[in-house]
C-alpha cells in the first residue's frame, strides 16, 4: 500500500470511530436529546461499537485508528504494521496523519448531527465534554499516569490479539475499550488515543458552539471528558465571558500519556510475545 491508501483508510476508519463516540457523548449530554442522561455505560458501549466500526471501515490497514497503538507496533519490533504495509517513516506518517485527519472530520460530522441540539444547549461545559476529554480531579502528573496505565492496558492487549487464531480481533477490540472505560475511565474519561481527543478538541476550537456565554472546561463528573472543582497542579482556564475555552492547558496529557503508554506496551511485548 502506497502512503495515500494507508492515509485514506486510517483516516475513514478513524472518522467513523469519532463520529459515533462523540455523537454518543453528544446524545448522553445535550439536554434536548432523547438520549440525554442514557450515562456513563451508554457512552462506554457507544465508543467500543464506534471501534468495531471504525476497524472494519480500516481493515486494509489493519484498524490501527490510534496514533498510540501505531507506535505500540512500531516499539514492538514488528517489521510490518500489518501484512504488506512494512513499517517505515513514510508508513507511520501515513498512519498518523490519517488517524489526525480522520479524528478531525468525525468530530465535525458529529456536530453536524446534533447541531441543532448544539444551538439550544446553554451549558457550555457540556459541548466541550462532548467533544474532548478531561479530568474528573485536576491533578496534571496523576492525569498522565492514568492515561498511561489505561493506554498501557489497551496496546498490550491489543498486541497480544494478534497471536490467537480466532478472528474476534474487531470485536475483542471493542469490548476491550468497553471494558477499560467502565473500570479506568473515571478519572481522566479514557482518551487513551491522542488523535481521538486532539481533534474533537481543535473542531471544538474552530466550530461555532460557543453562544458568547461564560466558557469553562468540562466538569461534570458522569461524562466523558469530566472535570471538577478542585484543582491541584493546574487550577485550569477560568471563565472567559464571551470567549470560547478548550482547555488546551491540559490538552497534552491525552496526548503525551497514551503514546508513552504504547509504547511502553510495545516495549513490553518484545518481552513477553
Known amino acids: 500500500m502506497n502512503f495515500g491508501s494507508i ?3 486510517e483516516a475513514l476508519g478513524t472518522a467513523m470511530l469519532v463520529l ?11 439536554t434536548k436529546s432523547k438520549g440525554f442522561n442514557g450515562g456513563w455505560l451508554l457512552i462506554n ?3 467500543g461499537l464506534g471501534v468495531l466500526a471504525g476497524v472494519y471501515v480500516a481493515y486494509k490497514t489493519g484498524g490501527h485508528l490510534n496514533p498510540a497503538y501505531t507506535i505500540g507496533v512500531l516499539f514492538s519490533g514488528a517489521d510490518e504494521y500489518t501484512p504488506g504495509v512494512a513499517i517505515t517513516v513514510a508508513t507511520t506518517l501515513a498512519y498518523i496523519l490519517g488517524q489526525l485527519v480522520g479524528a478531525f472530520v468525525g468530530a465535525n460530522l458529529a456536530y453536524v448531527a446534533y447541531k441543532r441540539h448544539f444551538d439550544e444547549e446553554t451549558d457550555e461545559e457540556k459541548k466541550l ?3 474532548a476529554t478531561g479530568p474528573a480531579i485536576r491533578g496534571l502528573p496523576w492525569n498522565f499516569a ?15 490479539i494478534g497471536h490467537t487464531a480466532t478472528g474476534l480481533g474487531p470485536l475483542a477490540a471493542a469490548l476491550l475499550v468497553v471494558g477499560i472505560g467502565a473500570s479506568l475511565g473515571g478519572p481522566t474519561g479514557y482518551a487513551i488515543n491522542p488523535a481521538r481527543d486532539l481533534g474533537p478538541r481543535l473542531a471544538h476550537a474552530l466550530l461555532p458552539v460557543n453562544k458568547g456565554a461564560a466558557v469553562r472546561p468540562a466538569r461534570t463528573p458522569a ?10 497542579a493546574d487550577p485550569g482556564p477560568t471563565d472567559q465571558p464571551g470567549r470560547k475555552n478548550s482547555d488546551w492547558g491540559y490538552a497534552w496529557v491525552p496526548i503525551a500519556g497514551p503514546l508513552l503508554g504504547g509504547a511502553l506496551a510495545g516495549l513490553a511485548a518484545q518481552v513477553l510475545f
Do not use: D
Open 146 to 160: 492514568t492515561e498511561v496505565i489505561a493506554t498501557f492496558a489497551l496496546v498490550i492487549v491489543l498486541l497480544s
Open 7 to 9: 492515509f485514506l483508510s
Open 223 to 232: 461524562t466523558v471528558g469530566a472535570g471538577s472543582a478542585e484543582q491541584l
Open 20 to 30: 459515533l463516540g462523540v455523537g454518543v457523548v453528544a446524545n448522553v449530554l445535550l
Open 129 to 131: 465534554g462532548v467533544f
Open 45 to 47: 458501549f457507544g465508543w
